[in-house]
């Protein structure tokens, strides 16, 4: 599938996020800091996917 470069921004953007929460509970690995970044990293991978798909059901170039 090809995708413009505005599905790259969306998905950059948000992989960054996933990946310095994911960070975040390594550093704090056995506390309740790790099991919250872990939840919010879980919650920014299905808002990444929504907006992913609301991307594709509206833009000319991707497909
Ligand atoms: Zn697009």
């Given at each position: ?47 990444m996917a929504f907006a992913l798909n609301r991307h ?8």
């Amino acid at each position: 599938m090809r995708t413009c470069h505005r599905f790259g921004r969306i998905k950059s953007g948000y992989e960054r996020d996933i990946s310095s929460l994911m960070d975040h509970a390594t550093r704090n690995e056995g506390t309740g800091l790790a099991k919250s970044s872990r939840s919010s990293a879980d919650g920014a991978r299905r808002s990444m996917a929504f907006a992913l798909n609301r991307h594709l059901a509206h833009c000319r170039e991707c497909g």
